[in-house]
Structures are given as C-alpha cells and as structure tokens.
C-alpha cells in the first residue's frame, strides 16, 4: 500500500512539473520581448538555456527543462 502511495505521488508531482514548463518558457519569452540589458554573451546563454529547456520539455525530462528555464530566469532577473 505503501508503495502505490509513493508511486502515485511521484506521477502527481511529474506531471505538476510537465505543466510547469511552459509558464516558465512563456515568463522567459515575455521577460526577452522587453529587451533586457544583458551581455551580447549572456543573451546568447539565456537563449540557449530556455531552447534546452523546451527540448527536454518535448522528450519528458521535465527536471532538467525546469532547471535550464530556471537557470535562464536567474540570468533575466525573474
């Protein structure tokens, strides 16, 4: 019984995580269309990140998509 809770939570917070991608891409993306003042260096890095970010999104590694999108919103100062 035990483990039917522990795997039940486990599928919960995944998919909590599979939704939460996209709000971070879209803060990103709306975050870039004000043109923040960053490094033509640290621009490209956030570019690079929040793509990392929706291609582990596209192949289910939600984790890591959410801490490349994370990491890019660090950057952005959101």
């Known amino acids: 019984m035990k483990y039917l809770i522990a795997a039940a939570a486990l599928t919960v917070s ?3 995580l599979a939704h939460s991608c996209p709000n971070e ?3 990103i993306d709306a975050k870039l269309l004000t043109n ?3 490094a033509a260096a640290d621009m490209s ?3 690079s990140l ?3 970010g929706e291609k582990f999104h596209k192949e ?3 984790d890591d998509s959410m ?3 994370g ?3 660090k950057m952005l100062g959101i």
């Open 25 to 27: 891409m879209k803060a």
């Open 60 to 62: 289910g590694k939600h």
């Open 14 to 16: 995944s998919l909590a």
């Open 50 to 52: 929040r793509a990392d």
């Open 71 to 73: 990491a890019a919103k």
């Open 67 to 69: 801490k490349a999108l």
């Open 36 to 38: 923040p003042t960053l």
């Open 45 to 47: 890095k956030v570019k």
